[in-house]
T-cell receptor
Framework: KQEVTQIPAALSVPEGENLVLNCSFTDSAIYNLQWFRQDPGKGLTSLLLIQSSQREQTSGRLNASLDKSSGRSTLYIAASQPGDSATYLC??????????FGSGTQLTVLP | NAGVMQNPRHLVRRRGQEARLRCSPMKGHSHVYWYRQLPEEGLKFMVYLQKENIIDESGMPKERFSAEFPKEGPSILRIQQVVRGDSAAYFCASSPEGTGTNQPQHFGDGTRLSIL
């Protein structure tokens, strides 16, 4: 059974800093890994999807990497802004299509 | 191009009543997933449906919960005889046909169910 872990659970940084969020998974037989953002009281916004054959994906200030062999993914956020404050979730997808989520990292970017 | 639409956004029920949660997938999407987020917990998969078919319900509680995705109309998650422990945010996601597992899932804003 797949288990997904995210550390740290919470992170507070000053505006402008670059930061890394970590995600680890126990079963490396994944089809893809997806990073989401969740704002309070809202749904999930898909940020990046990395297929199992890929090493990384980039969108604007965001870069996500995937290392299947070590069971790890990272989300790098460059030049953080207060608007980046949210909970960031990673989720793996296997042959069954269902997403297995980590418990999230709550990010606060201080102005 | 509307995203995944869920209604109601908030639903209050008394213990023993029924709750019906609706989800309209994005246009052109034929795969629907339901997830539940209990207070202070992560999202957990409940059920995966395609039009008129339940594909995977391994995350659904065995009793009181059911889901459908009819040929016409939204997907419905139905909870009978609700209990306090059913209080949670219920999220629906959809994905298109195609190379299945490499299609991202797009989420709605959720239905927040409160049981009095």
């Amino acid at each position: 059974k797949q288990e997904v872990t995210q550390i740290p659970a919470a992170l507070s940084v000053p505006e402008g800093e670059n930061l890394v969020l970590n995600c680890s998974f126990t079963d490396s037989a994944i089809y893809n890994l997806q990073w989401f953002r969740q704002d309070p009281g809202k749904g999930l916004t898909s940020l990046l999807l990395i297929q199992s054959s890929q090493r990384e994906q980039t969108s604007g200030r965001l870069n996500a990497s995937l290392d299947k062999s070590s069971g790890r993914s990272t989300l790098y956020i460059a030049a953080s802004q207060p608007g980046d404050s949210a909970t960031y979730l990673c989720a793996s997808s296997g042959s069954a299509r269902q997403l297995t989520f980590g418990s999230g990292t709550q990010l606060t970017v201080l102005p | 191009n509307a995203g995944v639409m869920q209604n109601p956004r908030h639903l209050v029920r008394r213990r023993g009543q029924e709750a019906r949660l609706r989800c309209s997938p994005m246009k052109g999407h034929s795969h629907v997933y339901w997830y539940r987020q209990l207070p202070e917990e992560g999202l957990k998969f409940m059920v995966y449906l395609q039009k008129e078919n339940i594909i995977d319900e391994s995350g659904m509680p065995k009793e009181r919960f059911s889901a459908e995705f009819p040929k016409e109309g939204p997907s419905i998650l139905r909870i009978q005889q609700v209990v306090r422990g059913d209080s949670a945010a219920y999220f629906c996601a959809s994905s298109p046909e195609g190379t299945g597992t490499n299609q991202p899932q797009h989420f709605g804003d959720g239905t927040r169910l409160s049981i009095l």
